[in-house]
């Protein structure tokens, strides 16, 4: 799943409606405001907020996010440990569990 693919998913699981501008951003319609959880922290912690995910931290090199409406574990890898990349990883593991969640919803 592409990047834009999996912001839309979890958009639409936390029922925020965007739209796509140039650069590839999604725009928060409700507010007029870029929104993008995959780069901004405060945008993926409201999105696991408003999603009810559990975030979780394990030996010190994976983050992992628990989707109680899909009942599954997301988890991402990051490599130099509870390093630099953490906040990345727990951003997009916050945004793969939100997509997960919008892809099933009909």
């Not at 501008?21 to 007029?32: D, I, L």
């Not at 440990?81 to 569990?97: P, Q, W």
Request: proline share 1%.
């Amino acid at each position: 799943m592409t990047d834009r693919e999996l912001l839309e998913a979890a958009a639409k699981a936390a029922g925020i409606d965007i739209e796509w501008q140039s650069g590839a951003w999604a725009h928060n319609n409700e507010t007029g405001c870029e929104w993008n959880p995959l780069t901004n922290s405060g945008d993926a912690l409201e999105l696991a907020v408003k999603l009810r995910l559990d975030i979780g931290f394990e030996k010190l090199h994976m983050v992992s996010v628990w989707c109680r409406s899909v009942d599954d574990w997301v988890t991402e890898h990051c490599d130099d440990g509870m390093g630099s990349d953490i906040a990345e990883k727990t951003r997009r593991a916050i945004v793969r569990a939100a997509a997960s969640i919008g892809k099933e919803m009909k």
